[in-house]
């Protein structure tokens, strides 16, 4: 069963998951301590049909808006709903394409919401991930970011568009003084600003037993990869009871932990060794579900 909460006005606190036959996944997304509202937005699109039947991947949307409450909420709202809705209209096709396509269009749809007074300037991070056969795909553009933890392992999948990773790579810093620099929030790439801006695409081969995080600066700036390890094997060992606990457990230590920004994560738990159906069967329309 598919249970998803949204809150009528602004982003406020937002919570969902489901458990599926070949994989379970939730998400939480709060506006934390520091701030009163929360310009994070989490969403996903996932069929309530049985998967063998799907027409297409399950989707996940997370975004981190910039640009003061109201304009940052806002896009980081559009965004995701116009990526999830760009991806369900799209004739089926190739993954990575269909996923580039949702990113123009958010990154189209922010920018047009820019044009309103009050707005101007707003922009917003993107992270989409995609379940496809024995694969992740994810499409990234700013600072959120996705990890694959498989069993003692923490990989992080994507990498950051923003000044101070770009002096980690170069090595003009290290990772240490990265944590504390002062432009660690400025961001390279974003979505609002630029019409030209380009989604990295990251292909992952995926296998029972692992657990994909995706989150925004508000989480992974206070967790460490041994914290993400041992949430997952808390998963594993059903410690943890779904993959939406542990998302809320997730949200709920950063917070804890002293988190300086909105708050925001999607945990996706891949249960079974049979695939997930890719696009490409027959055309099918998701149902919105909400309770």
């Known amino acids: 069963m598919v249970s998803e909460t949204h ?3 602004g982003n406020g606190h937002l919570s969902g998951g489901a458990t ?7 998400y939480c997304s709060d506006p934390g301590e520091a701030r009163e509202h929360n310009e994070d937005f989490v969403s996903a699109k ?6 063998d039947a799907w027409d297409r991947s399950p989707l996940f949307a997370l975004a981190d808006g910039m640009g003061g409450h109201a304009a940052g909420e806002v896009a980081s709202r559009v965004a995701v709903e116009t990526a999830i809705d760009t991806f369900v209209d799209a004739s089926p096709g190739s993954l990575p394409q269909m996923l580039r396509g949702a990113v123009r269009s958010a990154n189209l749809a922010v920018s047009d919401a820019a044009m309103t007074e009050g707005r101007h300037g707003m ?4 992270l989409l991930a995609a379940l496809s056969g024995h694969e992740a795909v994810l499409a990234n553009v700013g600072d959120s970011r996705a990890y694959l933890l498989r069993g003692e392992s923490c990989l992080q999948l994507t990498t950051d568009h923003s000044r101070v990773a770009e002096m980690v790579r170069m090595r003009m810093i290290s990772p240490e003084q990265a944590a504390t620099h002062p432009a660690r929030s400025q961001l390279t790439r974003t979505l609002g600003g630029d019409p030209f801006t380009q989604a990295d695409i990251v292909r992952q ?20 990869h041994g914290a993400l390890v041992a949430a997952a094997g808390r998963l594993a060992n059903r410690d943890t009871a779904t993959a939406r606990d542990m998302a809320d457990q997730l949200v709920s230590q950063a917070i804890t932990r002293g988190a300086t920004d909105n708050v925001s994560a ?3 738990h891949i249960t079974s060794d049979l695939p997930i159906p890719p696009a490409g069967r027959r055309r099918l329309r998701f ?4 309770s």
């Open 7 to 9: 809150p009528p006005d």
């Open 20 to 26: 599926m036959g070949k994989f379970s996944w939730g």
């Open 46 to 51: 996932v069929a309530t049909t049985p998967d």
């Open 123 to 126: 922009g917003t991070t993107m």
């Open 205 to 224: 081969p995926i296998s029972r037993a692992d657990v994909i995080v995706l989150c925004t600066d508000g989480l992974w700036d206070v967790t460490d």
């Open 266 to 268: 999607v945990v996706i």
């Open 287 to 290: 149902r919105r579900s909400t």
